[in-house]
């Protein structure tokens, strides 16, 4: 199976920093999704790479997939509060038909 | 925006017992997934479903898991002799495709297993 690792584990930031969050894989992917989780509630979606190199942004999130397609990052730019919470990378292996999770990371935003 | 729906949202139950847990895809998805995630732990894919038909499914769908599109609107997700193992919080999702789509998730069941 695709063994996914996130670093970091879990992050504290001020309100208005940046922050980067890191996916990797040991093994080649065929696509990479990025959620985002509450607790206690269901992971809401937030990005999705496939190719290489490729880069998108919603809002004041960016992420992208190298060109290898074994690592993504996740940028969050002047995070705010409402950007607490536990962020979840997905791998596809040959299909989105059956992902692969990492163990999260944890972000907390202080005022 | 249409969601992905899933009820109850939290299910207590003998061990032994059997639960049907449920789940409202959007309605013009035709890929059906269940997840699980143990408290603590990562997500982990139990099944996915396409065209009435299980299409892939992991190690910890056993024979003691099985799920069913019952109707035009619904996907369950039964467990016919609960462990104490399986308390979990239960995720439905689904997709558009199997490819170049996310899959939408719902905000879970909480199954314990007493």
């Known amino acids: 199976s695709q063994e996914l690792e996130q670093s970091p584990q879990s992050l504290i930031v001020q309100e208005g920093k940046n922050l980067t969050i890191n996916c990797t894989s040991s093994?080649?992917?065929?696509?990479l999704y990025w959620y985002k989780q509450k607790y206690g509630e269901g992971l809401i979606f937030l990005m999705m790479l496939q190719k290489g190199g490729e880069e998108k942004s919603h809002e004041k999130i960016t992420a992208k997939l190298d060109e290898k397609k074994q690592q993504s990052s996740l940028h969050i730019t002047a995070s705010q509060p409402s950007h607490a919470g536990i962020y979840l990378c997905g791998a596809a292996r040959s299909s989105a038909s059956k992902l692969t999770f990492g163990t999260g990371t944890r972000l907390q935003v202080t005022l | 925006e249409p969601e992905v729906t899933q009820t109850p949202s939290h299910q207590v139950t003998q061990m032994g017992q059997e639960v049907i847990l449920r789940c409202v895809p959007i309605?013009?998805?035709?890929?059906f997934y269940w997840y699980r995630q143990i408290l603590g732990q990562k997500v982990e894919f139990l099944v996915s479903?396409?065209?009435?038909?299980?299409?892939?499914k992991s190690e910890i769908f056993d024979d003691q898991f099985s799920v069913e599109r019952p109707d035009g609107s619904n996907f369950t997700l039964k467990i016919r002799s609960t462990k104490l193992e399986d308390s979990a919080m239960y995720f439905c999702?689904?997709?558009?495709?199997?490819?170049?789509?996310?899959?939408?998730f719902g905000n879970g069941t909480r199954l314990t297993v007493t």
């Open positions: 093994k080649t992917l065929y696509g």
């Open positions: 999702a689904s997709s558009l495709t199997v490819n170049n789509s996310p899959l939408h």
């Open positions: 479903f396409y065209n009435n038909e299980i299409s892939e």
């Open positions: 309605s013009n998805h035709l890929y």
